[in-house]
């Protein structure tokens, strides 16, 4: 059964800090890995998919890692600005086509 | 093209009533999926279905929960006989088809509460 830890819980940093939001899963036999943003009350904005194949993927200020062997994800955020204050959650998505998600790392933003 | 549509965005329901949840894919999304997301936790699988089938509801709880998605219309969600635990965020999700590079789309959820 997969299970997924994300760390830190939650993380509050001054805006234009660079950081990293860690994601592990128990069961590499992953198709691929998605991470998503939910903000308070809202539904799930997906921001990047690697697949099982990649290393990594980027779009804009952010970068995902993949370490499918460890079962290791990273989210990189860079010059973090108050709009990124969101809960993150990472998603490994296997053969039965679910995703299981962690809890998330709720990001604050200070300006 | 609009995203995954979820409605009623917000319902209320006393004890002992039904809910019903609809869920819209987004247009040429046959792959539909239902989460949950209790108060403080993190989003659980519920079921996933594709046109006419369910493919797996290993998620479901046992009684009271029942999910369709019909040839013509949009997936329900049904719980019948609410009670106070079942007061969560539902979300639906929807993906073109099984392909490892597919992402999978979220709708803006339908927030229920048993009073």
């Known amino acids: 059964k997969q299970e997924v830890t994300q760390i830190p819980a939650a993380l509050s940093v001054p805006e234009g800090e660079n950081l990293v939001l860690n994601c592990s899963f128990t069961?590499?036999?992953?198709?691929?890995l998605q991470w998503f943003r939910q903000d308070p009350g809202k539904g799930l904005t997906s921001l990047l998919l690697i697949q099982s194949s990649q290393r990594e993927q980027t779009s804009g200020r952010l970068n995902a890692s993949l370490d499918k062997s460890s079962g290791r994800s990273t989210l990189y955020i860079a010059a973090s600005q108050p709009g990124d204050s969101a809960t993150y959650l990472c998603?490994?998505?296997?053969?039965?086509?679910?995703?299981?998600f962690g809890k998330g790392t709720k990001l604050t933003v200070n300006p | 093209n609009a995203g995954v549509m979820q409605n009623p965005r917000h319902l209320v329901r006393r004890r002992g009533q039904e809910a019903r949840l609809r869920c819209s894919p987004m247009k040429g999304h046959s792959h539909v999926y239902w989460y949950r997301q209790l108060p403080e936790e993190g989003l659980k699988f519920m079921v996933y279905l594709q046109k006419e089938n369910i493919i797996d509801e290993s998620g479901m709880p046992k009684e009271r929960f029942s999910a369709e998605f019909p040839k013509e219309g949009p997936s329900i969600l049904r719980i019948q006989q609410v009670v106070r635990g079942d007061s969560a965020a539902y979300f639906c999700?929807?993906?073109?088809?099984?392909?490892?590079?597919?992402?999978?789309?979220f709708g803006e959820g339908s927030w229920l509460t048993v009073v």
């Open positions: 999700a929807s993906s073109p088809g099984t392909n490892s590079g597919n992402t999978i789309y």
């Open positions: 998603a490994p998505q296997g053969g039965s086509e679910k995703l299981v």
């Open positions: 069961d590499s036999a992953i198709y691929n």
